[in-house]
């Protein structure tokens, strides 16, 4: 899937992260196992720290036992960033 970079910049104007750094995560998301929690922890660690907010270890679990047990919702990632959502 081809992202433009309008895409990159309303994720920047809402979290701050550059095309770059995610780009990299991207690359760190190929290399890891995503049903493996240690990998998701240290991916949502790296996503808190860069985008600068805090992360309870509650909603950290409920994030892994989301992507390990299949439950994340599907649909337009573009919807993801849109005001109302």
Known sequence: MQLS???FDKIKKKTNVDKDTLISLAGKLNE???K????LKDIIGSLSR???KEI???REE???NTIVNDEV???KIENMFEKNS
Request: glycine residues 14%.
């Open 5 to 7: 970079d309008s895409f």
């Open 32 to 34: 890891g196992n995503m």
């Open 36 to 39: 493996d929690p240690d990998v």
């Open 50 to 52: 860069i985008t600068g």
């Open 56 to 58: 309870s270890k509650e």
């Open 62 to 64: 409920k994030i892994i």
């Open 73 to 75: 919702p599907t649909g």
